[in-house]
């Protein structure tokens, strides 16, 4: 697990982790695609893309604090963890994972990402939009305003976990992917 864990980090941490990569790019939120779809049409389409990318670099940036809480959950794995995710379903690692970091993660990652989207001019100009005028969003047609940071924080944590998950169906299915001799036994057939 710590090694699929460490390669999602390092795939995911780094420039264009995310925003390159078309399974965890994050995307303008849900609440907010029919005012960023009329924004393109009006011809700030640059704008919004702007956008797309303050938060996936944010997203990149709150990536490597997950080290340490992964190392964390690695080492307070008991035996009946490892037993039950051996012989649990082909993510039983991931579900553990996630069990045990997600709040860690959150508290962590969310700090990071308030910094990185309040540096970040577009981003910034929602935010305050958002605080100020909740309405405006809402009857331009982008829903309610939303925590931009709280989405981006989760957005992050989904993407994690999604190539955590990835990793660990990789290590279960092919033994060249298990670099330990103890994975072997594990996982091999």
């Known amino acids: 697990m710590a090694q699929g864990v460490k390669r999602a ?28 779809d ?8 640059k704008k919004v893309d702007q956008f797309e990318l303050s938060i996936n670099r944010a997203a990149e940036k709150a990536i490597p604090a997950a080290a340490d809480i992964s190392a964390d959950a690695v080492r307070q794995m008991t035996v009946q963890d490892a037993i039950n995710i051996v012989s649990g379903d082909e993510d039983a690692g991931t579900q553990f994972f996630r069990r045990v970091t997600e709040d860690k993660l959150r508290a962590k990652f969310m700090p990071i990402v ?11 100009c929602y935010k305050e939009m958002a605080g100020k005028n909740s309405g405006l969003t809402k009857s331009l047609g982008g829903g309610e305003s939303i925590d931009l940071d709280r989405y981006v924080t989760d957005e992050a944590m989904d993407g994690l976990y999604h190539y955590v998950a990835e990793q660990e169906k990789d290590i279960r299915k092919n033994p060249l992917k298990q670099s330990s001799n103890l994975l072997r036994k594990v996982f091999g057939t």
């Open 38 to 45: 009329k924004a393109r049409q009006l011809g700030a389409g």
């Open 114 to 124: 308030a910094d990185a989207t309040a540096k970040t001019g577009v981003t910034k």
């Open 9 to 36: 980090i390092t795939q995911l941490g780094r420039e264009d982790g995310f925003n390159k990569d078309s399974f965890v790019r994050i995307l303008v939120p849900k609440q907010l695609r029919k005012l960023s």
